[in-house]
C-alpha cells in the first residue's frame, strides 16, 4: 500500500509539473535507459543490426554494401532534396540485391563512388582508411590546410601509412573525437574495418547529435551606485 502511495504521488507531482519541466523529466527518463555500450547504441538508434542469430559478430569485417546502408541510415541521405530520379546502372549489383537502394543513394550523393565498367563490388572489404574518408565525406569534410593536418596526424605512429587521399578526411574524423586506435594508439588505416570499430565510431557521432543542455541565463548585475 506504501508503495502504491508512493507512485500516486509520483505521478501525481509529474502532471502538476509545467509542460517544459515535465518534458525535462521524461528527457532524462529515456536517456537512461538508453544502451552506454557502442554496439548497443548503434543496435538501438538502428543504424546496424544483429545477424540473423541474434548475434552481433564484432570482428566480423565491414563490406561496401554494408557501409552504404549504414551511411544512408546514418545520415539520412535519402532524405536529401535533389537527387536524380534516374538509376545509376551498376552492373554487378541488380535491382533485387539487399542494398540497391542504398547503394544508388550514396552513389547519386557521391557520397561513395564505383568502379571502371560500372561496377561498385558491394562484397568488397573496405579498410579503415576507406571507411572513416567516407563517413567523414557524409558528415562534411573540414577543410584543414596541410599544415593543420599535418599536427592532427603527428600524434599517431603509424602516421606514414594513411593514405595522401585519406589524411584530410581522417583528420576531420579525429578532430571530431570519432576515431579508435589500437593499444598503441595507431591509427591502422590499412587493416580492414570490423563491424565492432564501425560501432565505435557511430557511437561517437550519435554521442554528439544528442541535445547539448541549455545554457543558463545569467542573473543581471546589480545597477551601480
Do not use: C
Request: aromatic fraction near 8%.
Amino acid at each position: 500500500m506504501r508503495k502504491l502511495i508512493s507512485t500516486l504521488s509520483f505521478v501525481a507531482l509529474l502532471l502538476s509539473l509545467p509542460i517544459s519541466v515535465n518534458a525535462e523529466v521524461k528527457e532524462i527518463q529515456t536517456a537512461a535507459t538508453q544502451p552506454t555500450d557502442p554496439i548497443g547504441q548503434v543496435i538501438a538508434s538502428n543504424l546496424m543490426t544483429n545477424f540473423s542469430d541474434g548475434k552481433f559478430y564484432p570482428e566480423r569485417l565491414i563490406s561496401r554494401a554494408e557501409l552504404a546502408s549504414i551511411m544512408v541510415k546514418a545520415f539520412r541521405l535519402n532524405k536529401r532534396i535533389n537527387l536524380p530520379k534516374e538509376s545509376i546502372t551498376v552492373a554487378d549489383v541488380p535491382p533485387s540485391h539487399w542494398a540497391y537502394n542504398d547503394i544508388q543513394t550514396v552513389l547519386k550523393t557521391d557520397i561513395m563512388r564505383g568502379y571502371r565498367n560500372n561496377l561498385f563490388f558491394p562484397n568488397q572489404r573496405v579498410t579503415r582508411a576507406e571507411a572513416m574518408a567516407i563517413f567523414a565525406q557524409a558528415y562534411g569534410v573540414f577543410q584543414f590546410p596541410d599544415e593543420t593536418v599535418n599536427e592532427i596526424l603527428a600524434a599517431y605512429p603509424d602516421k606514414a601509412s594513411i593514405p595522401e587521399w585519406a589524411k584530410r578526411a581522417i583528420a576531420t574524423v579525429i578532430s571530431e573525437g570519432f576515431a579508435s586506435t589500437d593499444a598503441q594508439g595507431n591509427l591502422l588505416p590499412l587493416k580492414p574495418m570490423t563491424r565492432g570499430e564501425m560501432a565505435y565510431l557511430l557511437s561517437q557521432y550519435l554521442q554528439r547529435q544528442q541535445k547539448l543542455p541549455d545554457t543558463p541565463i545569467a542573473p543581471e548585475a546589480p545597477p551601480t551606485r
